[in-house]
């Protein structure tokens, strides 16, 4: 069993930055893929962004690529999200999760088993 719980959200301007952290409970946190999601109002979850097991492999929707930076550390059992050059159109609630390392599916929220309570992102144009 695993319990993740996010933090950092907030209200930014464009432009800005935003860095969210994930803090997940129990020994075997090195042992999952870590991803990052997200819901704006009236939208899908969408996949933002994930992480293999030791760091070395990071994923990124095209819509953040060259603005978020997701890395982990097993020691501390967190994984964070750095978000810079924030837009209107990455407001939504973010939410981490964790689950088994398949390269090839990343991006699908069915390969996730579980699931933090989300954070709210707002930015302000």
């Known amino acids: 069993q695993v319990e993740l719980v996010e933090s950092g959200g907030g209200l930014v301007q464009a432009g800005g930055s935003l860095r969210l952290s994930c803090a997940a409970s129990?020994?075997?946190?090195?042992?999952?893929?870590m991803g990052w999601f997200r819901r704006a109002p009236g939208k899908e979850r969408e996949f933002v962004s994930a992480?293999?097991?030791?760091?070395?492999?990071?994923y990124y929707a095209d819509s953040v690529k060259g603005r978020f930076t997701i890395s982990r550390d097993n020691a501390k059992n967190t994984v964070n999200l750095q978000m810079n050059s924030l837009k209107p159109e990455d407001t939504a609630v973010y939410y981490c999760a964790a689950g088994p390392y398949y390269s090839t599916a990343v991006a699908d929220p069915s390969t996730y088993d579980y699931w933090g309570q989300g954070t709210q992102v707002t930015v302000s144009s």
């Open positions: 992480i293999g097991w030791i760091g070395s492999s990071t």
């Open positions: 129990g020994r075997t946190f090195s042992k999952y893929a």
